[in-house]
């Protein structure tokens, strides 16, 4: 509920508020309210009158204004070095180079079992950060679709840390699966950019995005926020369960300040991908591929292009292809192979082999500077050399940009995509 002057306001986010007033209450559920003028009266599930806080929202001039730009969207992939820089300079002691996470729930050398639940975008944030935990600590992980976590038979247990990621903090099947947890009195953690919002009340410790507002259906600059808390995160617990070395961790610590301006470098590329995008018009559909790290990352950019410009798009493991998929390829299809000089280079290369001799256009994004590459590549998009595990937030760039770009060649409503919803509050 937002409160003005003689006229009050309701709304499934505080953003969707934040224009017309700064001043709003949060309905539990079960409550209900009487909606007037001049007042708004709050009611339990009882039918018994009660009274809400009100809480002022922090003010940003911003928050509506695409300023220069196009479109939110636009605006808001060109913040991602900015807001990368905040929410570093916001977790990182510079001085000690240490990471400002502490009071977990769970204290980190106790932590049984990581769960990381989510859906659409922030799911995918959610299965970069499992391969993180995998490399960097000894806990096992499980990341799960909060609208299946919520349903299923999931054994909790109060040793394990129950992390839950969203943009708004009040997504439906999310804050349904916290429930869930809290009711069984097992450990939570929230990830969102609304501090304000439910999960972030609910939820027994918080750690905020800093991204700013995000008005664009699509999300992009909060994609990589969530992936930098959950990196953040990993690293810290890492380190105090004395599972990373502690040269290596301060070296990666090094190396995370230098991301935004590796950020920056690759945003100065967009012109660089609006010459492929035209090749995507007249596509059927198109595939995104990836392993390791770049798997999450392909499945991010089909389900970018899906919501854009609703062009059916998959993102697969690499090595899955001639497991089924490799069927789909015909000539002259494009296909978007994720290729960064890992330990993965290799297989990968193999893979995008194969979709090149059935036909397939190959859009290739990679941070190998080599000049000897196959002709058969219809493009390669240059990502800047950095440590393998930065390259997911490199990558995340590139396909944004084409998503945005193939929808704008194709007229479509950039920042409200048809029958999606900024905040999903119903199941």
Known sequence: MGYGHNENFIGSDSYALKTMT????????????????EKVEFYNFQKKKINKEIFELSQDDNIADKGDFKDFMSKEIDEQSLSTKKCINEYLDKTRNEINIYNLPIEP?????????????????????????????SIDVDADIASEFRYRNVKLNKNDLYI????????????????KCKINKVKTCGIVNVVESSIARLA???????????????????????????????????????????????????????????????????????VIAKDFITAK?????GRGYSYPIAMEGALKLKELSYIHAEGYAAGEMKHGPL???????????????DRYYEKTISNMQEVI?????????????STTMNENIRFKFQIPKTNSTLNSFLLT???????????????????????????????
């Open 109 to 137: 050398k106790k932590i049984n079992k990581i769960r990381l639940i989510a859906c659409g975008t922030a799911y995918h944030s959610c299965l970069i950060a499992k391969y993180w935990i995998e490399e960097f600590t």
């Open 357 to 369: 001799a059935r036909g397939g256009k190959v859009i290739m994004i990679t941070d190998d500077a």
């Open 285 to 289: 559909g198109t595939m995104y591929l």
């Open 204 to 274: 027994d410790f918080v750690l905020p995005i800093h991204a700013g507002p995000e008005i664009g259906v699509a999300s992009t600059k909060a994609f990589l926020g969530q992936m930098l808390v959950l990196y953040l995160l990993i690293l810290k617990i890492s380190k105090e369960r004395d599972d990373i070395d502690f040269d290596e961790y301060k070296k990666m610590i090094l190396d995370l300040k230098k991301l935004p301006d590796f950020i920056k470098e690759t945003l100065s590329k967009q012109n660089d991908i609006q």
């Open 327 to 341: 069927a789909l390829i015909e000539d002259g299809m494009p296909v978007i192979v994720l290729a960064p000089k």
């Open 397 to 427: 760039i590139p396909i944004q940009f084409l998503a945005y770009h193939v929808a704008l060649l194709k007229n479509c409503d950039i920042d409200k995509p048809r029958n999606l919803a900024k905040s999903v509050t119903v199941e």
């Open 22 to 37: 700064n001043k709003i209450s949060y309905l539990d559920d079960g409550d209900f309210c009487l909606l007037y003028e």
């Open 164 to 179: 839950f990621v969203s943009q708004s903090g009040e997504t439906a099947d999310t804050y349904a699966a916290l429930e």
